[in-house]
């Protein structure tokens, strides 16, 4: 009994896309979101022993600076935008 090899699925492209959507709608309220969601994973992942991640920044401590970095930039532009809305 031979099964055929399912066709490629490219459901990651999905997903990518469903983020950009939300990034577009949603502004920096959605990168602030990813960003934590993120730093938290990479937290969570580092106290796990994790020190070498498949990102392409390769080591933790290096994606961890650049999704904290990513949180204070959108809460840059959260605040921005409060501030000229209210001005």
Known sequence: MTSTPQPYDPLRL????TIAALAW???PVALLGFA?????????AR???????KCV???TRLVLTYL????LAAAAGI???VYTWLS
């Not at 934590?36 to 969570?44: D, E």
């Open 14 to 17: 999905c997903v990518y896309a």
């Open 79 to 81: 605040g921005w935008n």
């Open 57 to 59: 920044l390769r080591d």
């Open 47 to 53: 106290r796990q022993g994790l020190t070498r991640s």
């Open 68 to 71: 904290g970095a990513l949180a």
């Open 36 to 44: 934590l969601l993120g730093f938290a994973g990479y937290v969570r």
């Open 25 to 27: 709608l949603l502004g």
